[in-house]
């Protein structure tokens, strides 16, 4: 089946900083990859999502590239602050598509 | 998101009791799932359910077992047969159930945390 790695599982960023976040996928079949953000003790609440039609996908200060030939996918913030402190958790749509399978999460703190 | 409620909130079992987990959508959803959370192991599929009275099985679902006679309810029932039910559970809904051709995606509600006593 599906299987979604993520690295790395902690970063320790300075305010302003970037962070990037890497995930790798098993399943070529696999067209729909979203990013959780989830803080502490609440619900993950989706940030930003792509699909295997692009390659790359920009809101604001978070952006997702994709590379289906390697199959990973990465998450960029710019200019963190330290309200971006949370974890962090990719996915990726199984086979069927009828459901997703997600990384172990990376813990984001930021330092102001 | 506030369309997914779970209740309760917080819930304490004693070992060998069967507890069930409430998740009500009122988004007119399809498709529904219930994650579990561990500390560092991410979210696994513990089920889900593409249709009313229908439902597969996600990598984890031994110990557990659901119903969806309802559109908008789809509760999980945690056996005594799970040996360490101690977790987060988050429940989702999605308007359809084909992930890979639809724009929708996953919405989760707010979690009940079960502690096993």
Known sequence: GENVEQHPSTLSVQEGDSAVIKCTYSDSASNYFPWYKQELGKRPQL???IRSNVGEKKDQRIAVTLNKTAKHFSLHITETQP???AVYFCAAANQAGTALIFGKGTTLSVSS | DGGIT??????????GQNVTLSCEQNLNHDAMYWYRQ?????LRLIYYSQI????QKG?????YSVSREKKESFPLTVTSAQKNPTAFY?????????LLTRTDTQYFGPG?????L
């Open chain 2, 6 to 15: 779970q209740s309760p909130k917080y819930l304490f079992r004693k070992e």
């Open chain 1, 47 to 49: 940030i930003i999502d």
């Open chain 2, 112 to 116: 009940t945390r079960l502690t096993v």
């Open chain 1, 83 to 85: 309200e971006d402190s």
């Open chain 2, 59 to 63: 990598d984890i679902a031994e110990g």
């Open chain 2, 90 to 98: 988050l429940c989702a809904s999605s308007m359809g159930a084909d």
């Open chain 2, 52 to 55: 009313v009275n229908d439902f």
């Open chain 2, 38 to 42: 561990d500390p560092g192991q991410g």
